[in-house]
């Protein structure tokens, strides 16, 4: 999930002549506190909707992690008058279809289909939202939680390199930071997970005043607001609670060196980012594609291509809600160790704060991230997700053009300060090497 926000989040200098970006959308609260947003789009006969929870794994506690991603399998078991698996052989005989995912801050379920299967959408996102928990029982969460933890042996326990998922987060912020653990959670914590501790998960956070619903396409917003009123009007408020701001904190400089079964070793080199919207996060954008967003990127073609230490390159601004990091992942190829990687990394960075990109290259990053975000918007559920986005993170529903205009006041200048500020401080380096090859492994800082 967090790389197709990247794309939604990266756009580029439009041209003085280009027309304004609008998204139109309407924003409407019911009476529970549910939050509705509309966008009318008649140029395909098709509808999306997107419901938000606003909780993630950065809400759990800990002793008590997973829970977030948990709860996301076990809405789609079933509700009072949608009982599995209804849910999805209804949506399935519409041409529809759903999914849902979960990150460090929200909880999202999504549809689409032709529009004329809206109301069947609503009623049973409704359904799920005013009355799973009668339906819910030990049996329909042992099965998920089971599910969830072969879903973590596949993606972390039993997969190259998935140790850094539980490595880096613990890593990178101080202990007890709503981001300092994976989002699925640990084995144990999923073990440990009690049916009362779920259903009070779903009281406290699966309540209409913690959600927001977008539905986009072919609408009329009038009748969408009426429908959403039958349908959700009904459902109880849930507690009020606050989320607690976590403190500032600074990284430290951090070497780790971890075995796996692995052929080619791989070093995660990761420093202190900011928030999504921050006043640099549009940099740090920038900063990323600079380095490996295209065949002729800095890292890209210098680790890749002439020089041959890399198999592949990749740089990450991980900016979320409350906070963020910033990554840079290669993995060496047969007989280089991950020094040399390092030393290569921080020479282009050094460079980079130096000098600044050349005019061609900042524009080259303008163009091709201007062009993937304005592709995105051909897709009616891309927009429903973003509108999204844009509403939990800025409280503004149409917030595109202000987005685009973000980075197109980015100067080579900005570029420098940011890799200077952000990339040349304290850092988290991760080698990940074959077992018994230590020596592989990165252990020195060549660049200051």
């Known amino acids: 999930m967090r790389s197709l926000l990247l794309l ?88 529809s279809s759903n999914n849902g995912t979960t990150n460090e801050d ?25 009355w799973l928990l009668p339906t819910m029982d030990l049996a329909k969460l042992d099965a998920q939680r089971d599910i969830v933890k072969n879903e973590r042996r596949q993606s972390y326990e039993n997969q190259p390199y998935g140790l850094s998922g539980d490595i880096l987060p613990a890593a990178l912020y101080p202990a007890g930071h709503p981001y300092s653990w994976n989002v699925i959670g640990s084995m144990a914590d999923l073990s440990a997970a009690s049916l009362d501790d779920v259903k009070d998960f779903f009281r406290t956070y699966y309540a209409p005043n913690n959600a927001v619903i977008v539905i986009a396409g072919a609408v009329r917003t009038d009748s969408v607001r009426r429908a959403v009123r039958q349908m959700f009007g009904d459902i109880p408020r849930g507690p009020a609670f606050t989320r607690p701001t976590p403190p500032a904190f600074t990284v430290r400089d951090t070497v780790i060196v971890a075995e796996d079964r692995v052929q080619l070793p791989r070093v995660y080199l990761s420093w202190h980012g900011v928030r999504a919207f921050h006043a640099d996060d549009a940099a740090l954008d920038l900063v990323s594609y600079l380095l490996t967003g295209a065949r002729n990127s800095r890292l890209t073609n210098t680790m ?57 290259e900042l524009q080259q990053a303008r163009n091709a991230i201007e062009a993937s975000f304005l592709n995105r918007l051909e897709s009616v559920n891309a927009k429903a997700e973003q509108l999204n986005n844009y509403y939990y993170l800025t409280g503004t529903a149409d917030g595109f053009q202000a987005d685009l205009d973000r980075y197109a006041a980015v100067s080579a200048d900005d570029i420098k300060r940011v890799v200077n500020t952000y990339l040349k401080g304290p850092r988290v380096t991760l080698s990940v090497v074959p077992q018994g090859k230590k020596e592989l492994a990165a252990t020195r800082r060549t660049v200051q």
Do not use: C
């Open 8 to 95: 939604a989040a990266l756009p580029a200098a439009l041209s003085a002549q280009a027309p304004r970006l609008k998204v139109p959308a309407t924003v409407d609260t019911l009476p529970n506190g549910l939050t509705l947003i509309v966008h009318e789009d008649h140029s395909v006969p098709t509808v999306a909707t997107n419901v938000w929870y606003l909780v993630g794994s950065g809400d759990e506690k800990v002793g008590r992690t997973g829970f977030a991603h948990l709860f996301e399998h076990v809405m789609f078991m079933g509700s009072q008058h949608a009982p599995y698996p209804e849910f999805d052989t209804r949506l399935e005989a519409s041409g």
């Open 106 to 130: 929200r909880t999202a379920y999504f549809e689409s289909g032709p529009s004329n299967a809206l109301p069947l959408m609503l009623w049973l996102e409704a359904d799920r939202m005013g």
């Open 304 to 360: 890749v291509y002439e020089r041959e230490l890399a198999t592949n390159v990749n740089a990450f601004n991980g900016s979320k809600k409350l906070d963020g990091d910033f990554a840079v992942v290669a993995t060496a190829r047969p007989g280089k160790n991950l020094n040399e990687l390092t030393a290569a990394i921080d020479e282009h960075l050094a460079r980079l704060a130096t000098e600044g990109p050349t005019a061609r």
